[in-house]
């Protein structure tokens, strides 16, 4: 089994379904009211547990109903939990939720413990790390905290996958450290320093990040799939067409896919396709978590899909 580390934020998401995303100060009269696990390093955990990965996750979540709900689900996922700490001094992270018709959401997220994730919490799970086959990171924790398992990944020469998530700025420290980004068009934009609202061409994008990441730089661009620029050139594949219904968690499930895929040996193309397999199944179900389909129900997809062609 591939094994996988994942570095990153632990949330609860609290999801109300509405007829509309909100305007500014608005209040809406909304419709169901779900609790899902959520927070993008829990969900890529999870996701590479499911689809076919041993997985261990960092983090930090409060000792709080939320905390213990969150390592109970992560163990019965199939994460491994012993780097999860569980800080006295602050609540579990929570995001607030609102999806629409069609899965546009908005998303409010207070990272309480996972926001304290430190240096130190990596330091603990070195050695499971130093034998790991792929580290995935997100950017709900603090950068300081991502760089430094980055680093830690180099020195055993552990693939190191980034997520640029939430879009922000990031240290050219870091990005020298990773082996393969996956920003959407928004956080390539702000890591080349375009505007987010009015991103450009996507494969300018990728050539910007290629000159600063040693290794391949996925844009993933929603409906319109995802453009790779790699050393061999700029491959784009296309999205696999489903009716969405909650898009929460795609690109965790996308990343958690993709960590597994690379991990067992397939070329990046290949991985690009299971994955995008993954997280289109991931979308056609509501919640974060709860959305992540399994392996057997990707490789089923995916080979029907392939028959139909």
């Known amino acids: ?43 890529q955990a999870v ?24 390592r109970r689900s992560l ?30 959401n908005t998303i409010v997220v207070a990272a309480g413990a996972s926001g304290g994730c430190a240096p130190e919490d990596v330091d603990r799970a070195a050695d499971a790390l130093a034998s790991a086959d792929a580290l995935l990171l997100q950017l709900e924790i603090p950068l300081e905290t991502v760089a430094h398992a980055a680093r830690l ?35 390539a934009a702000v890591l080349c320093g375009a505007d987010p609202a009015r991103p450009g061409d996507p494969a300018e994008l990728a050539a910007c990040l290629r000159e600063r990441v040693r290794g391949p730089v996925l844009v993933t661009l929603g409906p319109e799939g995802v453009l790779a620029a790699t050393d061999e050139g700029v491959l784009r594949v296309p999205a696999v067409p489903v009716r969405a219904v909650d898009v929460t968690a795609a690109g965790d499930t996308f990343n958690g896919a993709l960590a597994v895929a690379l991990a067992e040996g397939r070329d990046i193309g290949a991985a690009i396709r299971w994955a995008s397999y993954a997280a289109a199944l991931s979308v056609t179900r509501l919640g974060a978590q709860s959305s992540i389909p399994t392996r057997e129900e990707v490789d089923r997809f995916f080979a029907k899909a392939q028959g139909a062609v």
């Open 153 to 187: 990944a180099r020195r055993h020469g552990v693939r190191v996958i980034l997520d640029p998530a939430p879009a922000q700025p990031i240290p050219p420290s870091l990005l020298e450290a990773v082996d393969l980004i996956t920003p959407n068009e928004t956080e």
């Open 47 to 70: 996701a590479a547990a499911r689809l076919g990965g041993e997985v261990w996750l960092v983090g930090r979540v409060g000792q709080d109903l939320y905390g213990d709900f969150q």
């Open 75 to 104: 163990g019965a996922a199939g994460v491994r939990t012993e780097f999860v700490a569980a800080d006295p001094a602050a609540a579990s992270g929570v995001a607030l939720i609102t999806v629409a018709p069609g899965g546009d």
């Open 1 to 43: 089994m591939p094994r996988i580390i994942v570095v990153g934020s632990i949330h609860t998401d609290l999801v109300i379904t509405a007829p509309r995303l909100p305007a500014r100060g608005e209040t809406l009269l909304g419709g169901e009211f779900h609790t899902f696990n959520g927070g993008k390093g829990a969900n």
